[in-house]
């Protein structure tokens, strides 16, 4: 590639968390950040298989972008986030059993991340194994505290407990918080809370606007 | 007359009680990203239907003839994106050659459906749940209806949010998410009309 980019990691895992945080700045992959999220449990075990799944993608990427037809290149990205994914979902089958019989469609959905494919194809496709790597590692990470801070309100306000410990004993929780009106909720509140933050301290034009997909 | 009766159950529990947007948060991206007019709603779920029929009959005979009998059930998820993949990439084709006029109608969406995650969880369910290809038809067709609702619904209101006064942090998409909460809220209603 022509123009190789110096990147430092720590800068990379840093843009992943914040200034490309996958779920309140890109809003993309938004499904499994409401669909999952009822319970802090589920959400760090879907936080992480994203960011497993992630991080291999963008390393096997990165690592076969020398041998690689530049015309068949996304069939192929297609197929290693495919193959992957299958990965983690026998893997979770296999060993987080209760959380998998309540999100397994999900997990297998990942396969249809744009995050993923966005990843591997700006970043994995033009850059060395160890950036691509933490870069991976940064965007999972990013996606991750996402829909741990949204799981974590939820929990705890539609349940009172968070992991599934009682907290907040003897008050009645909002049911609400844990129907899907509530991951709605929580999402949009949420992402209009950073937006705030963006705008009032750093004069920023408050992102996750109009963008979809 | 019970079979009929099963598959009219499937397909309202499919649009309205398990409806795709609102009760399996599937197809959020596109959801948030096309439900701006509601012409543009209506060739999505006109695309999206089709595309959910053919795909959902595709692999339903794919999985059915070739893997089971195989034993590869495991590689559903590369086969199933493999399937869905070249068939909207072919529809693609063929409709640019055969009918140009439907293709600056309806082809535009085909590209943004090829990898969606609504279009691949209607074969996965599928299989899950072991419908028979009756069955598997009457859920796409369900599922994709179900989505064109809620397209339709949600472009309709936000053709009048345009004109609201909205503070700066939530304009465009966290006033979406919340509206759709309230859609959400509503379709909860649903969930008592069928017990399967």
């Given at each position: 590639m022509s123009h190789e980019h110096q990147y430092s990691n720590w800068q990379l895992i840093k843009d992943g968390l914040f200034k490309e945080n996958t779920i309140f700045r890109l809003a993309i992959s938004l499904c499994p950040a409401i669909a999952v999220t009822n319970g802090l449990k589920n959400g760090v075990y879907m936080g992480l298989a994203v960011m497993f799944v992630q991080v291999m993608v963008n390393v096997t990427v990165s690592s076969i972008k020398n041998f690689l037809n530049p015309l068949v290149r996304i069939p192929v990205f297609m197929l290693i986030i495919s193959g992957w994914v299958s990965v983690t979902d026998m893997v979770m089958a296999a060993y987080a059993r209760d959380v998998y019989r309540q999100m397994g469609l999900y997990i297998q959905l990942i396969v249809a991340f744009a995050s993923i494919l966005v990843m591997a194809e700006m970043f994995a496709s033009k850059n060395k194994v160890v950036p691509s790597f933490f870069n991976g590692l940064g965007s999972g990470l990013g996606f991750m505290v996402a829909l741990v801070v949204i799981s974590f309100f939820r929990e705890l306000l539609g349940r009172g407990s968070l992991w599934g410990f009682e907290i907040a004993g003897g008050s009645k929780p909002l049911l609400i918080m844990l129907l899907p009106t509530g991951g709605f909720f929580a999402v949009g509140i949420l992402m209009g809370f950073f937006n705030w933050i963006d705008i009032r301290f750093y004069g920023g034009k408050g992102a996750g606007g109009a963008s979809g997909h | 007359m019970s079979d009929f009766g099963s598959l009219i159950e499937l397909f309202v529990a499919a649009s309205l009680i398990n409806n795709f947007v609102f009760t399996r948060f599937l197809g959020l991206c596109i959801f948030f990203g096309v439900s701006k007019k509601v012409e543009t709603a209506v060739g999505m779920t006109i695309t999206f239907t089709a595309v959910m029929i053919i795909s959902s009959a595709l692999s339903w005979l794919i999985y059915t003839y070739a893997m089971i009998p195989l034993d590869i059930t495991f590689l559903k998820i590369v086969v199933f994106i493999g399937i869905v993949a070249a068939f909207v990439q072919s529809a693609d084709i063929i409709m640019r050659k055969i009918s140009p006029g439907l293709y600056y109608?309806?082809?535009?969406?085909?590209?943004?459906?090829?990898t969606n995650c609504i279009i691949l969880a209607v074969p996965l369910i599928n299989a899950a749940e072991g419908y028979s290809l009756i069955k598997s038809l009457v859920f796409g067709l369900g599922s994709g209806l179900g989505f064109g609702l809620a397209l339709v619904i949600m472009a309709s209101i936000r053709e009048k949010l345009e004109l609201a006064q909205v503070p700066r942090?939530?304009?465009?998409?966290?006033?979406?998410?919340?509206?759709?909460?309230?859609?959400?809220?509503?379709?909860?209603?649903?969930?008592?009309?069928?017990?399967?």
């Open positions: - | 109608k309806l082809g535009v969406y085909l590209a943004l459906i090829a942090p939530f304009q465009g998409l966290p006033l979406a998410f919340v509206t759709t909460g309230l859609i959400a809220l509503a379709f909860t209603g649903f969930s008592g009309l069928i017990t399967l």
